[in-house]
């Protein structure tokens, strides 16, 4: 009964009337029914609506009339012309913006198209002139507020009067147009413009006469047009003789009839002119009466005449002759100095040759001293890798005591020293000569990126430093050991340098034959003049905290690159992060692979129910490995040698769930050969892992086809333990596979039932 869309004094007016309806209604029953008493409440609460809505309706209006009252004194108080257009049409303006264009302001009323008003400005017979067209502005404002156009033009009316127009599109419905008066900014302007070129004028005049050199114009008939006092005093000239007007011919043939020109060509008015139209100038040095020697130059001007300029260059001419004869004279002493040099040269020759003997010792040194590094990394990592596996039985024995924050502490500084020693082996081997240092192959980046991730994931936590990894599928030709060790040092120094609460992502990214691999971080970031050396040796950047190492990780990866002829490359800023960005040829048409399952990274809370055979002859190692596994919940057989191994096989009576060995043992024994033994024996594959301080490229090729996992020392804890955990269940499942497809697969998988329930005892018994 009541349209929304009528004005609201009408609804008000048909709610009144069917109120006084249900009143008349109800006053008509001769008693108050359920529903007649419903209809009168109904519309006592209607009317009571319709009384709120009127106080609203008039609270408004009263609001509008003030505001608009306000708006206009605001746009007749303005000293500038104000209008608005909603949705294209003008609704307000004010009196300057009326009459700013007196025979068109008739028609500037509201309602008015904005497309229409700028036809009215083209109209207008008071428009002198716009710098931008009017249609462009029209054009550029119709693209709507998503744009965000604004249009600034100059409008030059009659009368001198001139004014900047200013357009902007405020919202989706609303245009702005501002006029604003610069009459006197503009004839200031242009009193300074004259004034600049009356300036300048008299100062390019003042330049031409006094120019060092002798100038003249002449237009394209030949004739003189302007010449300064140099260039009648270099010719000898007189006054009346370079008069304007004067053409070519008549100066030539002047200085002809003088002998001031001896070149009888020069003298010829087609010589010129036809040398000019070949080459657009001409070059000449003619000597000019009997003692003096001029430089002649004339190049075409635009206008079809041309600028003649000369130059006395008398004194150069007599410096060039004097320098000759002292060039004779010199060459004679430079013979009898060639022989003294020849001497000097011979002395050179024996001091070069001192200085390669020098050299030679520098680099038989260096090179000593990298055998040396070579040959102790074994003893060297030994005990490092002793004091690892104790600090990490330490840690867990006092993790609910007071000691356990000293132990924390303790276990960071080793970790520090243990870093330091990784580069300088590192470097060390980097800088051998030895053609197995690198042993480029078909590498799974993504499954490198992975095993960093879940090395640095828990430091990057305890900094509070979110560690992103993007999964990667390709692979590439590279060093595994290097690239990976690579990876390790560009996300470790990111974690290090971003502060709480930053962030830290590692991914890849297809370049062509080539991917490139990135380490992003938001920390402090490296200044320009600092990206040049920070991949030299012991150098860190000026914003690095003291503290926070000495310089060597990047040098690794740098040389790392090299040798692999791999592209490293840095870009950062200070305060906003750094980018660092290894580029690797992809290998083509690969064939998929089938991946064995993930290590598990979440096994803390699940002992290693295994039977563990540890060959090891340090005795340091052997009791932090021992500890280390017993802590852990596995049973341990702890050997020296290849026969103590055997001789507690021989008590077991079965084979181990796993063996780790020590790759060097006494006698010239390896752990390669224990592992052999071990398995012939027992007639079952056991699962291996080597743990050696040795990482040469032969190492990794006599293990790795053997079915045996190689770790480099120190070992990294957080890794050997899911790696044991992987490599026995997986050695497991394969059994029960091939067991299943065999005759009596039943008998087999009891007969492994009854194995698994041995090791268990065996385990709660020890």
Known sequence: MIDPQDPLELQLSKQAKIIDALMRRAGRQRELSGSAYQAFQSAIELQQKVAAQSRELETVRHETERTRHSLAQALSAMEEGFALFYDGRLDVCNDLFLNLLPDVAGEVLPGLELDRYFGLIQQSRHLVSTDLSLDHAANVLARGYQASPVVSLVIELTQDRWYQMSAQVTSEE?????????????????????????????????VFQNMGS?????????????????????????????????????????????????????????????????????????????????????????????????????????STELLENRVMERTAELTRANANLTVQYQQLARIE???????????????????????????????????????????????????????????????????????????????????????????????LIEGVRADQELVAAQKAVRLDVVPCSLTVRSDPVYLLRSIQNLVVNAVQYTKPGGRV??????????????????????????????????????????????????????????????????????????????EIDVVKNVQPVVEAPKLLNNTEDVPLNYIVMVIENDPDVLYGTVQWLENWGASVLAAAGVAEAMSMLDDLGMAPDIILADYQLDDGETGVEGIRAVREATGVT??????????????????????????????????????????????????KQAAFSEPGAQTKVDDDSRTEGHKTNLQGGH
């Open 174 to 206: 609303n245009t702005v147009l501002l006029f604003t008066e610069i009459t006197a900014l503009a004839r200031r302007n242009r009193i300074e413009k004259e004034h600049l070129i009356d300036q300048q004028a008299d100062y390019l005049s003042a």
């Open 214 to 318: 002798g100038v003249c114009t002449f237009s394209a008939q030949d004739e003189l047009m302007m010449q300064n006092a140099r260039f009648r005093e270099i010719l000898d000239l007189p006054v009346t003789a370079v008069r304007p007007g004067v053409t070519l011919k008549q100066l030539l043939d002047f200085m002809g009839s003088r002998a001031q020109i001896a070149d009888n060509a020069l003298l010829q008015v087609d010589g010129w002119r036809s040398e000019l139209r070949k080459r657009g100038f001409l070059r000449r040095r003619v000597d000019h009466g009997a003692d003096r020697v001029i430089d002649l130059h004339a190049n075409v001007l635009p206008d079809g005449g041309f600028l003649v300029e000369v130059k006395d260059v008398t004194l150069e001419t007599r």
């Open 353 to 447: 040759e001192e200085l390669r003997l020098a050299k030679e010792r520098a680099e038989a040194a260096v090179s000593s001293k990298t055998r040396f590094l070579a040959a102790a990394s074994h003893d060297l990592l030994q005990p490092i890798n002793a004091a690892k596996l104790l600090i990490s039985t330490l840690q867990e024995t006092t993790r609910e005591t007071s000691f356990l924050p000293m132990v924390d502490r303790l276990q960071g500084a080793f970790s520090s020293a243990e870093q330091l020693l990784h580069s300088l082996l590192d470097i060390s081997r980097l800088e051998s000569a030895d053609p197995d240092t690198v042993d480029p192959a078909e590498v799974n980046i993504g499954t």
């Open 505 to 582: 992502l590692v991914g890849c990214r297809r370049k062509g034959n080539k991917v490139a691999l990135q380490v992003w971080d938001t920390g402090i970031g490296i200044s320009r003049r600092d990206q040049t050396r920070i991949f030299d040796e012991f150098t860190r950047a000026e914003n690095v905290p003291l503290e926070s190492g000495v310089g060597l990780g990047l040098s690794v990866v740098d040389r790392a690159c090299r040798l692999l002829d791999h592209q490293l490359s840095v870009r950062s800023k200070p305060g906003v992060g750094s980018v660092f960005c290894i």
């Open 686 to 735: 056991v699962p291996a892992i080597v743990i050696t301080a040795d990482r040469s490229v032969a190492l990794r090729r006599e293990g790795l086809p053997k079915d045996v996992s190689v770790l480099s020392k120190p070992v990294k804890l957080s890794r050997l333990r899911p790696l044991i955990d992987w490599k026995v269940r997986w050695h497991v499942q394969s059994r």
